[in-house]
């Protein structure tokens, strides 16, 4: 098990920093071209939607610059010269899109865990993950892998408290899941609504009411969001456009935004009630603050 611990904490990049080499090198030792046929996807990456417009994007630049970050694989067992995706099955799938017959890998001799860890590490960092996919790798670290929170916390460089928190999303009903798995209800959203009676009806009001987190947390307890008045305007005397920038950016968080705009100066505003909070606002502005 402490072998199974090694340094992943450290980042994908302590894994894919010796690729500047060209030439063709030992398994586990390197960079190299495989035919992408033999390359196969890894059933159990924590990504499941892949966005079409991101994959033609990546696969034009492909076709103008070719593919220029590896892919991070593993061999296939009883499979000789077959690999199995480890990091990078985006690129994969743009490369093959393409019409890439050989791609950039780096292989490396990797355990079960250890790839399902690195999976998760490379798309938080890139903040690809959804929230209930990120929740269900962490899951699988846990019940399949005897991990704890502390242990995943430590390999993928987050607080226990976040993987907790995330984690306890699979508490929602499977429809609430679906929603966030689509995008039509934030991991802060589902969060506000973790305790309530009856989540999902809840979740249904939220998304056909275009509410904001607060809105959620006040229906979790009970109280009804503040009134919006005819015309399109709060309360608060925000004009329709500007409630609406608010509700995306909010969704987008997951946290209450509020912006005071007057001809065309003034202030954005993001309230956050816990340091995770904060943590993941700082790692979205400026990555690797």
Known sequence: MADQKRGLGRGLSALLGETQEAAPAPVGDGRRLAPIELIRRNPDQPRRVFAETEIEELAESIRQRGLLQPILVRPVAGAPGEFQIVAGERRWRAAQRAGER???????????????????????????LNAMEEAQGYRNLIDSFGRTQEDVAAAIGKSRSHVANTVRLLALPQGVQDMVLAGHLSAGHARAILGAANPEALARRIV????????????????????????????????IDTLALEKRLSDALGLKVDIRDKGGKGSLGITYSTLEQLEDICRRLAPGA
């Open 208 to 239: 056909d009411g275009g509410m904001t987190v607060r809105d959620a947390e006040a229906l979790a307890r009970g109280d009804e969001p503040a009134a919006r008045e005819s015309g399109g305007k709060a309360r608060s005397g925000k004009d």
């Open 102 to 128: 050989e791609i950039p890998i780096i292989v490396r001799d990797l355990n079960d865990a250890e790839a399902l860890e690195i999976a998760i590490l490379e798309n938080v960092q890139r903040a690809d």
